[in-house]
């Protein structure tokens, strides 16, 4: 990548103090997580957090909670802080609002609607109408709307591009304006029960090629004709969700980008996706407690015998999560030089994937026999590396496989031929 370096100036580092006074002095004490809580790493699920989930719960304290820090947020125009001042954002810099982001990962609170600000919202500014941006993109700032990512499907998950949900074009007549009939399934939709809107990928052209005859459509969530199921996973969270569309009529002002043109679409907005700086912060301060832990007295009657081993292998993990963070924050110095997240971001998505796991491993390697304790009061580190065993095994899936962030860095990034 060129032009993309960064130099943190003294406006910036004034501009993280400005951030650490505001979590200290706005985040709700009755939205501090119970330390019992599930502590998955998914991007929506921080810290015990769940913020889609929180802001309609039925614990009102929670629900305020969730409520109050979005409110709080959303008046600074930090809830997407790229976004203009026009459409509810803070017109932050890439470099401010990655600041901005990893002092909130550092706090351990909550981001908000991250799915609709970091995914929807770039996506819309790049591709979308004047009026479609102006008819969501307030929603998404103030923390009013809530949106979904439908693209995996039961047959179409790594090879998204052979989705099935069918879009079917008809004329304006007296059931409304020109539309699509959408009909199909979409599966592992994170937090799809609670959303307002979905934003999707359906085939419009089914005799183009794979990656030519899709289109991407905005679709209201309340919808006559969508239903949507919650999935259970082997923790017994259900942290996402199936849709079905059955005939679901869809008006033609709600795509995005050109009819049979969504492939681009999507494209990018995974490239916002995955060019995140949450998780290399996470992984850094889990390890950091770990170290602390294992450095006590009684961390070290847990620890195996093996300690050179066991020394060698953090230092590992140490110098990989530096290596992600420098690239989410290379990523975040060329999105300020003009350039869209491409290749880069697959690196940083493929890098954390694969180092999420092997953190696992290590934090279950030096408790031992320990590592196998689930309820958190008896377990060391309070079972946080038990859960991530779990939560990891699934790291090298979402968000496209490593398979895929692989092939993309091979063809975009280095100009391979494709296999």
């Known amino acids: 990548m060129t032009g993309a370096h960064w130099e943190e100036t003294a406006q910036d580092a004034e501009f993280r103090r400005e951030v650490r006074a505001f979590v200290r002095e706005s985040f ?65 810099s890439p470099m401010r609002e990655f600041i901005l982001r990893e002092e909130m ?87 799809a029960q609670y959303a307002d809107w979905l934003f999707v990928l359906v085939r419009t052209d089914p005799d183009a090629p794979r990656h030519k005859g899709i289109t991407f459509l905005l679709i209201d969530a309340t919808s006559d004709g ?62 950091k407690r770990l170290v602390g832990r294992l ?25 990989e999560m530096r290596a992600q963070y420098a690239v989410a924050r290379l990523t975040a110095a060329g999105h300020a030089a003009g350039a869209v997240p491409g290749y880069e971001a697959s690196v940083s998505q493929l890098l954390g994937a694969e180092l999420h796991q092997r953190l696992a491993r290590t934090g279950a390697r030096a408790f031992g026999p320990y590592a196998q304790l689930w309820q958190r009061g008896p377990a060391p580190m309070a079972a946080a590396f038990a859960h991530m065993r779990f939560d990891a095994v699934a790291a090298t899936l979402l968000g496209g496989t490593t398979e895929i962030q692989r092939r993309v860095i091979a063809t975009r990034g280095l100009g391979l031929p494709r296999s």
């Open 28 to 92: 709700p004490a009755c939205y501090r997580p119970d330390p019992e809580a599930e502590n998955s790493l998914e991007p929506e699920d921080v810290w015990g957090y769940d913020w889609p989930a929180d802001r309609c719960s039925p614990d009102p304290e929670r629900r305020a909670g969730a409520l109050a820090w979005a409110a709080a947020l959303a008046e600074r125009g930090w809830i997407a802080p790229h976004l203009p001042a026009a459409y509810g954002g803070a017109g932050l």
């Open 105 to 191: 990962v550092r706090a351990e609170v909550p981001t908000v609607n991250g799915i609709g600000a970091m995914l929807l919202g770039p996506t819309l500014m790049e591709f979308g109408t004047q009026e479609q941006r102006r008819a969501h993109l307030p929603g998404i700032a103030c923390g009013r709307t809530v949106w979904a990512q439908g693209f995996s499907e039961p047959d179409a998950g790594s090879d998204l591009a052979a989705l099935r949900t069918t879009a079917v074009r008809e004329p304006a007549g007296p059931a409304g304006p020109e539309a699509y009939r959408v009909t199909g399934q979409k599966v592992w939709t994170s937090s």
């Open 226 to 287: 969508v239903s949507i199921r919650p999935i259970e996973d082997m923790r017994g969270a259900t942290p996402f969700a199936e849709i079905h569309f059955d005939d679901v009529r869809v008006p033609v002002a709600h795509r995005v980008g050109a009819e049979n043109q969504g492939w681009y679409v999507a494209m990018a907005a995974l490239g916002f996706e995955r060019a995140g700086i949450g998780a290399p912060v996470k992984f850094e301060q889990l390890l």
């Open 295 to 319: 450095r006590s007295a009684e961390g070290q009657e847990l620890v195996r015998a093996d300690t050179t081993v066991l020394r060698h292998e953090i230092a590992r993990r140490y110098v």
